[in-house]
């Protein structure tokens, strides 16, 4: 009911609804285009599968990206500082200029193979929807504009970009709205995965190395020394016991931890891996102070139980952070994805996630992630699937979406 | 003065006050052979020595010993199930049957380079006191014996043993007093390394490997869920608040710990290795019980703190487990120790440590470690290092320890 009467409000900008575009003829023929070159499409995503694109590695894949963009028709292709394709698609005037972005990178390792393998309607390899399929669909998405000799009254720019996941720490999104293309852009679409879920509530991260060091000795020599993974254990005991909203949710986790040489001598040193998450920024710098204050005193609480006697010490590594933010439910850009679905027929789910999204969320910028159509299995496992049935509906959509959003 | 006044108690048996010994003519014989045979015992250590010795594979060093045995005439020559090799010098009678060992293994992985090299009286190589020097000792013992013909009134075995250090866990010791020579053995020393400590307090150790498993998750979307590594902490925090008494000295460590993988993932699994010693069974037995305990509280803990769900569990996994014992101070074999010394102008000291000597003492068996003489440094290190200067004391000293011994 809530969504409802949201969108009878959006309905008052004709001009976006997709319900009216949808029957526009030069719209008809882009979603027609969209279905039909669905084989090309999925060609395309198998092809840029195959070129690895690892964490920190993707230039590879990003230059055939370069060439994809050039080959299609696009202005001013060119790759920024931090390793993101950019070219542009010109409207009719400057304003509103919409960038719509898929990510190059991939979770997995140099060496992974890359090989995509097809089993009936199924396409496998690390990556083939995540983000293959996105990078495949913004492709399409150019093609399908040009065959429908479509001019948007908005500018579009497409950006394969770096750096999405894990370490890679949103990068790439960081570089292009701080730097290459700061303060120009005015809406922003981030292609990521498959299905046709929405996000617009992009979940912030603070991610920290905590490293515990004394001096070690012997375990019976040396007894009555601190112990930096007595100290580790104290802080994460209190760390099981923090106190967090589930509305922002927010959360934490201790994810890998490791110390010591040998079980009969006091560790020199002790390390854990903290992983702190919210979708509202005031919820996660509280507990990022929280954490904080709680390994110190387990520091100090190890040191005194000794009288500090090899006294043990922390310190932190921010290995990570991801803004949090948020697109509220009855904005624009919220709006009109879910009425793009309306239009199509597409059963759609508003989700919580951190993606691309996130930097422009936490800059106040209208943003979201959708969907590429199609489903998959296995992601961010080297087990990874594709099932292109009735995929061209993820391409159509995210089609209608950009005509709709570049206005 | 305590010591004193327990020495004059000891010089009532006069048969074996070393005092007494010393101006024997045949041990006078001996204790001249034992200094001018040390060049040969010396290079018999660097000898041993070069022979690789890594855990649980004593074999080929153990073959040698056999062989040199064999060649000094030392009866029914041996190896039993653990690889204990074992040999016997009968005396007038069977009874007392004084058992002198030295160990085989060294706590140097295969492949280390054992090669000894030398700088003035400096001999350098991993093992090279620790234990190659108790071993060269052992074989000094039966030349000079047989030079100065001496039968004892006892019998003496000699043993070359395996599993001393580490995880080898003793396992020689209790393979011989259990099995091999199980109810034979009357009196034991074990020499063993470098220096004149006496070892009469044997600390025994516990050692286990703790493992905590869950069904593991993201740390986003699974938030909610028990955290093997968050238990684990409960835990150590726990343990670094036990309390132990200082006499019998007692201690606790967690020495290593580890898990999960990914900052980004609750783990599925968490493990620590932790390590128990104490000089009293008692004290022992009591700290393994509270240990065991905080680490069910701390699982019982984590998996309240989220209502059981992805319930934690903690298995325990005994990695070693060394006998606690000690032979008192005012015991003949300690008295005739310290008597040694003196006899000798050797400045000692009574020491606790874990040693072969460990298993006897747990039985109640006057046993005793002595060091063989020499000076090292960087023992369990690859930078070990043996002084000969004046080594041929240490000979001297274990001969007239096992003459006054064996009657």
């Known amino acids: 009911m809530f969504v409802q ?10 001009a976006q609804d997709p319900a009216v575009l949808v029957h ?21 995503q198998v092809h840029i599968c195959e070129i690895a694109a690892p964490p920190f590695h993707e230039t590879a894949r990003g230059q055939e990206l370069r060439r994809l963009f050039t080959q299609l028709g696009l202005q001013e292709v060119r790759v920024d500082k931090a390793g993101n394709v950019i070219g542009t698609r010109p409207g009719r005037s400057l304003h509103p200029h919409l960038v719509v972005a898929a990510h190059l990178d991939t979770v997995f390792p140099e060496g992974t193979d890359v090989k995509v393998t097809r089993e009936g309607t199924v396409l496998k390899a690390p990556g083939i929807g995540d983000d293959c399929r996105g990078l495949s669909v913004l492709l399409a998405i150019i093609q399908v504009l ?3 000799k479509i001019t948007t009254p908005g500018t579009i720019s497409f950006v394969a970009d770096v750096g999405e996941e894990g370490l890679g720490d949103l990068r790439g999104m960081k570089t292009l709205f701080s730097d290459s293309m700061k303060g120009e852009i005015d809406k922003f679409v981030s292609i990521d995965g498959t299905g046709y879920g929405i996000v617009n509530v992009g979940v912030g991260s603070l991610r920290y190395r905590v490293t515990f060091t004394g001096p070690g000795g012997h375990s019976y020599g040396s007894f009555g020394m601190a112990n930096p993974i ?11 016991d923090l106190e967090v909203p589930s509305d922002p949710k927010t959360t934490f986790n201790v994810g890998r931890a490791g110390g010591g040489t040998s079980i009969n001598a006091i560790p020199s040193d002790a ?3 903290m992983d702190l998450r919210s979708s509202s920024v005031q919820a996660l710098n509280s507990l990022d102070r929280r954490f904080q204050a709680t390994v110190r005193t387990g520091v100090d609480e190890e040191n005194r139980r000794w009288n500090n006697r090899g006294k043990v010490s922390a310190s932190f590594e921010l290995v990570g952070a991801r ?5 509220p439910l009855n904005s624009p850009i919220v709006l009109t994805a879910l009425g793009v679905s309306r239009a199509l027929e597409i059963e759609d789910d508003l ?8 930097v422009p969320m936490n800059l106040g910028i209208p943003a979201i992630t959708v969907g590429a159509g199609g489903k998959s299995t296995g992601t961010h496992s080297p087990q990874e699937t594709f099932d292109t049935k009735d995929s061209w509906l993820g391409t159509q959509r995210a089609v209608l979406l950009v005509i709709a959003l570049a206005r």
């Open 24 to 44: 526009d003829p030069a719209v008809e023929t882009a979603l027609a285009a969209a279905k039909n070159i669905e084989p090309q499409t999925i060609e395309q």
């Open 351 to 358: 989700r919580e996630s951190s993606s691309d999204s996130n």
């Open 230 to 240: 007595h100290a580790m254990g104290r802080a994460i005991a209190k760390i099981a």
């Open 146 to 148: 040009d065959q429908a």
């Open 271 to 273: 390390w854990m891996e």
């Open 5 to 14: 009467a949201l969108l009878l409000v959006a309905g008052l900008c004709r």
């Open 323 to 327: 803004p949090a933010g948020q697109t």
